[in-house]
């Protein structure tokens, strides 16, 4: 309230300034012609004024702050998948028993077009992502995760990730299964209610991570092809990948 009242002044006190320079100016020329000529000359600039500043001008810097935000988020997206997700993908993907069919559409090369890509994100909307109850890999997540918990809490106090709305609810995905996981002792030990809760969170990380890193690998082909280059290698849908530049 108090900052509308100063604006308001502030308006008042400028239109009163205007004003008395016109009466001025007409005292010491009395020229009603020359003032109102360029008055309305002025005013009909002002159109043209906001059109440049309002549409253009404001539209090339609102671009300018989404691409500088997009790029500080793909960096806190690529520390997430080289610090946990590009490992938690590969073992939530070992405990899918249909994973064969979804791995052979997600052998990313560097020859791939932006309509491969495209192909891949159907392929991924449409896949029935599932998890195995009994899956034995349970115990090496639990660690993985455990570890990682104080970074992936520093992820979602990062401002710029609230921007970006799938990733944030990956994170807040991620989060809540490790805190189920912690919460257990023993993994090994679960009742099969308990196990079939457990696998529905790693089923929901499974379509949101899966998802995550077809993007994140397109847009690594498209920015960065020597971070590129090290994904395809370490790529979590290959059973044949390797770091090692064969």
Same mark, same amino acid.
């Given at each position: 309230?108090?900052?509308?009242?100063?604006?308001?002044?502030?308006?008042?006190?400028?239109?009163?300034?205007?004003?008395?320079?016109?009466?001025?100016?007409?005292?010491?020329?009395?020229?009603?012609?020359?003032?109102?000529?360029?008055?309305?000359?002025?005013?009909?600039?002002?159109?043209?004024?906001?059109?440049?500043?309002?549409?253009?001008?404001?539209?090339?810097?609102?671009?300018?702050?989404?691409?500088?935000?997009?790029?500080? %988020?793909?960096?806190?997206?690529? @520390?997430?998948?080289?610090?946990?997700?590009?490992? #938690?993908?590969? +073992? &939530? =993907? $070992?405990?899918?028993?249909?994973?064969?069919?979804?791995?052979?559409?997600?052998?990313?090369?560097?020859?791939?077009?932006?309509?491969?890509?495209?192909?891949?994100?159907?392929?991924?909307?449409?896949?029935?992502?599932?998890?195995?109850?009994?899956?034995?890999?349970?115990?090496?997540?639990?660690?993985?995760?455990?570890?990682?918990?104080?970074?992936?809490?520093?992820?979602?106090?990062?401002?710029?990730? %609230?921007?970006?709305?799938?990733? @944030?609810?990956?994170?807040?995905?991620?989060?809540? #299964?490790?805190? +189920? &996981? =912690? $919460?257990?002792?023993?993994?090994?030990?679960?009742?099969?209610?308990?196990?079939?809760?457990?696998?529905?969170?790693?089923?929901?990380?499974?379509?949101?991570?899966?998802?995550?890193?077809?993007?994140?690998?397109?847009?690594?082909?498209?920015?960065?092809?020597?971070?590129?280059?090290?994904?395809?290698?370490?790529?979590?849908?290959?059973?044949?990948?390797?770091?090692?530049?064969?």
């Amino acid at each position: 309230m108090k900052k509308s009242l100063w604006q308001i002044w502030l308006g008042v006190l400028l239109i009163v300034l205007s004003v008395a320079f016109y009466l001025i100016h007409y005292t010491i020329f009395r020229d009603a012609h020359h003032i109102f000529l360029y008055l309305i000359g002025d005013i009909a600039f002002v159109f043209i004024e906001v059109l440049m500043v309002t549409l253009i001008i404001h539209e090339v810097l609102n671009l300018r702050e989404k691409r500088a935000l997009i790029e500080k %988020l793909n960096m806190v997206i690529g @520390t997430f998948f080289s610090e946990v997700g590009t490992r #938690l993908l590969r +073992e &939530l =993907a $070992a405990c899918d028993p249909d994973g064969e069919k979804i791995r052979r559409e997600l052998i990313v090369t560097g020859r791939w077009t932006r309509e491969q890509f495209e192909k891949a994100n159907r392929a991924v909307r449409n896949h029935e992502f599932k998890i195995d109850a009994q899956c034995e890999d349970l115990p090496a997540m639990r660690e993985t995760l455990i570890l990682q918990r104080g970074f992936l809490l520093s992820l979602l106090e990062n401002q710029n990730v %609230l921007e970006h709305e799938t990733f @944030t609810g990956l994170l807040m995905s991620v989060f809540h #299964l490790t805190e +189920e &996981l =912690a $919460a257990r002792s023993d993994v090994r030990q679960l009742t099969e209610a308990d196990r079939s809760h457990i696998a529905g969170d790693m089923k929901r990380i499974y379509g949101l991570l899966t998802a995550e890193w077809l993007d994140y690998m397109k847009y690594l082909q498209e920015h960065y092809p020597y971070l590129f280059s090290f994904a395809m290698r370490t790529n979590p849908f290959d059973p044949a990948a390797t770091p090692e530049i064969r």
